[in-house]
């Protein structure tokens, strides 16, 4: 207890934090002694103290004990409302029970059997029900390895080897990701890429004059994208994109590719894809796909993924081992989790708590006199603090996000209040309830005459 007195001291008073979130920040802080414990001891042991860069936050990130449907525990013993849900991968909400029992049972059975097993058939089959474009699918252990892979695959069955992408559009911290989804757009989003990855991929913003240019050079393999826009709709796309990009991609050569990791069984059970009646060639899956657990799979036509399947001597074939493609635990929590929300039902009732959600908060904003809004597709929520944006769509404005001491301020005063945002955002589940909605905007209304006071907006 002494150590850990001592270390929690020497850590406050080299830390920044005074300087910034003020006062929220500050309090927060005092208020959460076991996550700021764990900081120090994790600052030793892992880079930033963290495991995913989206934690890296001032004054020190939260730390959870446990979780249940949509509520969690920090270590400190503070319940929240969750609006992180897995980073989007639990539609059905925090430990759903015919998910764990579903878990639990293959977990008896085996964990990797290092052979072909039936719950890899069963998943498959789920996706190429529920997704229009899934006529084949490979599973691999994250959204990153499947947007990899499925470029790979359009290099491979076009011959070409250029990918155009949009400015502010993520597709996962491979290579040929790693760049233009961060502003200013224009840079690599990461120290450490080979010089020649930047000349094979083109960031154009989503106008379909400059698309038609870049395909129509006819050097392109793939055009991927967020089809909900940037950042599950943080940067909508202009009417009409989704269909234009498929009319440019059919009439050049190029695949298209959606990048669903987020939107896929959450925009509906078959994602924008179904939800927008424009079908890709290519489909990029995770989150919801495996219901919590490890998981990502590319799909599409089969005469594209079969390039997989190719005999050894097959020129065409495209290789791609994995060690924990298609986890028996992950196809087991996708499986049940698929079969949860297959009906279109969970997206209906997660979208009407979202809906009413985003009209709540909305009118905190004007009741308090703030200017700002919540806003959104689906079930899904985005803050807008300020004026509104002379472009809706620019992805400088929207992606860019909060400046410092207002977002650690929202923050900490939201997690006071007993609501976890995901950076201003947040995903809803069928996990959600009225009251969930009620506190977090009680907790919007007591925050922003905060940041008020504190001059932050
Ligand atoms: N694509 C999109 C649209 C994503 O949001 C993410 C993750 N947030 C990824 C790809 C990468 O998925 P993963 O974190 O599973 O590698």
């Given at each position: 207890?002494?150590?850990?007195?001592?270390?929690?001291?020497?850590?406050?008073?080299?830390?920044?934090?005074?300087?910034?979130?003020?006062?929220?920040?500050?309090?927060?802080?005092?208020?959460?002694?076991?996550?700021?414990?764990?900081?120090?001891?994790?600052?030793?042991?892992?880079?930033?103290?963290?495991?995913?860069?989206?934690?890296?936050?001032?004054?020190?990130p939260l730390a959870v004990a446990r979780a249940a449907g949509s509520r969690k525990w920090d270590?400190?013993?503070?319940?929240?409302?969750?609006?992180?849900?897995?980073?989007?991968?639990?539609?059905?909400?925090?430990?759903?029970?015919?998910?764990?029992?579903?878990?639990?049972?293959?977990?008896?059975?085996?964990?990797?059997?290092?052979?072909?097993?039936?719950?890899?058939?069963?998943?498959?089959?789920?996706?190429?029900?529920?997704?229009?474009?899934?006529?084949?699918?490979?599973?691999?252990?994250?959204?990153?390895?499947?947007?990899?892979?499925?470029?790979?695959?359009?290099?491979?069955?076009?011959?070409?080897?250029?990918?155009?992408?949009?400015?502010?559009?993520?597709?996962?911290?491979?290579?040929?990701?790693?760049?233009?989804?961060?502003?200013?757009?224009?840079?690599?989003?990461?120290?450490?890429?080979?010089?020649?990855?930047?000349?094979?991929?083109?960031?154009?913003?989503?106008?379909?004059?400059?698309?038609?240019?870049?395909?129509?050079?006819?050097?392109?393999?793939?055009?991927?994208?967020?089809?909900?826009?940037?950042?599950?709709?943080?940067?909508?796309?202009?009417?009409?994109?989704?269909?234009?990009?498929?009319?440019?991609?059919?009439?050049?050569?190029?695949?298209?590719?959606?990048?669903?990791?987020?939107?896929?069984?959450?925009?509906?059970?078959?994602?924008?894809?179904?939800?927008?009646?424009?079908?890709?060639?290519?489909?990029?899956?995770?989150?919801?796909l495996a219901g919590g657990m490890p998981g990502g799979a590319a799909c599409g036509r089969a005469?594209?993924?079969?390039?997989?399947?190719?005999?050894?001597?097959?020129?065409?074939?495209?290789?791609?081992?994995?060690?924990?493609?298609?986890?028996?635990?992950?196809?087991?929590?996708?499986?049940?989790?698929?079969?949860?929300?297959?009906?279109?039902?969970?997206?209906?009732?997660?979208?009407?708590?979202?809906a009413t959600l985003r009209a709540e908060l909305s009118s905190v904003f004007e009741r308090c006199?703030?200017?700002?809004?919540?806003?959104?597709?689906?079930?899904?929520?985005?803050?807008?603090?300020?004026?509104?944006?002379?472009?809706?769509?620019?992805?400088?404005?929207?992606?860019?996000?909060?400046?410092?001491?207002?977002?650690?301020?929202?923050?900490?005063?939201?997690?006071?209040?007993?609501?976890?945002?995901?950076?201003?955002?947040?995903?809803?589940?069928?996990?959600?309830?009225?009251?969930?909605?009620?506190?977090?905007?009680?907790?919007?209304?007591?925050?922003?005459?905060?940041?008020?006071?504190?001059?932050?907006?």
């Amino acid at each position: 207890m002494k150590y850990r007195d001592a270390v929690l001291r020497q850590h406050r008073e080299t830390s920044s934090r005074s300087s910034t979130g003020g006062t929220e920040a500050a309090a927060w802080a005092s208020e959460n002694p076991r996550s700021e414990a764990l900081n120090v001891r994790a600052r030793r042991l892992l880079p930033g103290g963290v495991a995913h860069d989206v934690r890296l936050a001032e004054p020190f990130p939260l730390a959870v004990a446990r979780a249940a449907g949509s509520r969690k525990w920090d270590v400190d013993g503070h319940e929240l409302v969750c609006y992180v849900m897995g980073h989007g991968s639990l539609l059905a909400g925090h430990g759903h029970p015919d998910v764990v029992a579903a878990v639990r049972d293959q977990a008896a059975r085996s964990f990797h059997p290092g052979a072909c097993h039936e719950l890899e058939s069963d998943w498959a089959e789920a996706v190429i029900r529920l997704v229009p474009s899934a006529e084949r699918v490979r599973f691999t252990s994250s959204g990153t390895e499947a947007s990899l892979l499925a470029l790979r695959l359009a290099r491979a069955v076009t011959g070409r080897s250029k990918i155009v992408k949009l400015a502010g559009h993520f597709h996962g911290w491979h290579d040929q990701a790693a760049l233009g989804a961060d502003p200013p757009f224009d840079a690599p989003d990461t120290a450490g890429l080979p010089e020649q990855i930047s000349g094979s991929v083109a960031v154009i913003p989503a106008d379909a004059g400059v698309l038609a240019d870049v395909l129509r050079a006819g050097d392109v393999a793939a055009f991927i994208l967020e089809p909900s826009g940037a950042a599950w709709g943080t940067v909508p796309l202009p009417g009409g994109f989704l269909a234009q990009a498929r009319r440019l991609a059919d009439e050049t050569g190029t695949l298209l590719v959606f990048d669903e990791v987020v939107t896929g069984f959450r925009w509906a059970p078959g994602g924008v894809q179904e939800a927008a009646g424009v079908v890709p060639d290519l489909t990029v899956l995770g989150k919801i796909l495996a219901g919590g657990m490890p998981g990502g799979a590319a799909c599409g036509r089969a005469s594209i993924i079969d390039h997989l399947g190719a005999l050894r001597d097959d020129p065409r074939r495209v290789t791609h081992p994995g060690t924990h493609n298609a986890h028996p635990l992950s196809a087991a929590a996708g499986v049940t989790t698929l079969r949860l929300v297959s009906s279109g039902e969970a997206q209906r009732r997660a979208s009407t708590l979202a809906a009413t959600l985003r009209a709540e908060l909305s009118s905190v904003f004007e009741r308090c006199g703030v200017a700002g809004r919540a806003y959104g597709e689906s079930s899904v929520f985005h803050l807008l603090f300020g004026p509104e944006p002379p472009d809706q769509r620019d992805p400088a404005t929207l992606k860019a996000g909060l400046a410092r001491p207002l977002s650690t301020a929202l923050h900490c005063s939201m997690l006071r209040e007993g609501v976890h945002l995901f950076h201003g955002s947040g995903f809803l589940s069928i996990a959600h309830t009225q009251a969930d909605l009620e506190r977090t905007a009680g907790a919007l209304a007591a925050t922003l005459p905060r940041l008020a006071a504190e001059g932050l907006i």
